[in-house]
């Protein structure tokens, strides 16, 4: 009963997976989908895997991250010993400083990608002004030498092999693989890491585009930060893109900003009043003028509660008039 069990269990599972329309390798006869399930496992359980995965490379934190998955994928590249790989294979043992090349590569290649797609949708005249509906990949920026897309062809997709693979029914589909590492003889191995780090970021950066959260990926006018919005902005932003830290930052100075011009307003009104008239201003008579001057809805209780405030930018106005 529980074997017989099993065994049904078996085969609705085999016909699920054909009924799914999954491909057929005819090599290893298991089904062969490359997917970005070749992330680090911690990235797996992510809403966003691949965006949380670039956002970690591009901080530059996660050196070591990005240092184990190329090592990790590097190890089927040299499954196969030439004597070109086993000499490449001797220098990387007695020189573990020299695999920096592949990781420097690909986090300043991923930066650059991504810095040429956010900057994309800026205005070219505006600074603080961002659309990234605009976003593309085919305008040359100022300051670069070519366009997203052009890097990304030359990096990766002019040598990037795809395979056709062919499913149950006899229909097919096209399948891509992981980046492979090309030690081309005339190179040196630190140009030859350096570009394989490059077509990692591109690998990863290229899937990125051609996924629903292409414009959720941002970068904070402030600190540079690179970060991810919840949903993408499908509305121009006018005054600057900031991360959550600096954005809260930038409410309290506007805050601060706006408190502070209306006590000024406040100062010079009350010595406006002295001027003319003996005695301090009645504080229902400062709110009002602070009100028509900056739309607020004080009443007396605001004055008294910054009077304090109030009295010293009447004496440093008096004492810059000497
Ligand atoms: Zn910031």
């Known amino acids: 009963m529980h074997k017989a069990h099993r065994v049904m269990k078996y085969k609705s599972r085999t016909r699920r997976a054909k009924s799914t329309g999954q491909t ?47 090592e990790y994928f590097l190890r089927f590249d040299f499954q196969i010993p030439t004597p ?9 043992r007695g020189d573990p400083s020299l695999f920096q090349c592949a990781v420097n590569g690909m986090i300043s290649s991923m930066r650059e990608m991504a810095d040429m797609w956010i900057d994309s949708g800026k205005s070219r005249t505006e600074r ?35 395979y056709k693979e062919m499913r149950r029914d006899g229909s097919q589909t096209i399948t891509e693989t992981y980046p492979r590492f090309d030690p081309q003889s005339h190179w040196k191995l630190e140009d030859a890491l350096q570009a394989h780090g490059t077509k990692w970021a591109a690998f990863y950066f290229s899937g990125l585009l051609d996924s629903p ?36 930052q930038s409410s309290v100075k ?11 307003t406040a100062a010079k009104e009350r010595i406006e009043w002295e001027s003319r008239r003996k005695g ?9 003028q602070v009100n028509k001057r900056h739309g607020t809805a004080f009443g007396r ?22």
Not at 84 to 92: A, D, H, N, T
Not at 280 to 288: D, G
């Open 24 to 70: 057929l390798s005819p090599i290893s006869g298991h089904t062969r989908t490359v997917s970005y399930l070749g992330l680090p496992p911690r990235f797996r359980n992510e809403p966003r895997p691949l965006l949380s995965f670039i956002l970690r490379v591009l901080d530059g934190k996660h050196r070591q991250m990005v240092r184990q998955h190329l």
């Open 254 to 264: 506007r805050t601060e900003g706006s408190r502070n011009r209306r006590l000024d």
């Open 84 to 92: 070109e790989i086993e000499r490449i294979q001797r220098r990387l």
């Open 280 to 288: 301090p201003a009645p504080p229902e008579w400062i709110a009002e």
């Open 213 to 248: 959260f292409s414009r959720h990926i941002s970068r904070c006018d402030h600190c540079k930060a690179y970060f991810a919005y919840h949903r993408a902005r499908l509305r121009k932003v006018k005054h600057g893109v900031f991360c959550l830290a600096c954005e809260r």
């Open 128 to 162: 603080e002004v961002d659309f990234p509906t605009d976003r593309n990949v085919e305008d040359v920026l100022p300051g670069r030498a070519c366009s997203l897309a052009l890097l990304i062809y030359r990096s990766l997709l002019r040598s990037h092999p795809v």
């Open 301 to 322: 209780r605001w004055v008294s509660q910054n009077l304090e405030k109030i009295l010293e930018r009447v004496e440093a106005l008096h004492n810059a008039k000497g």
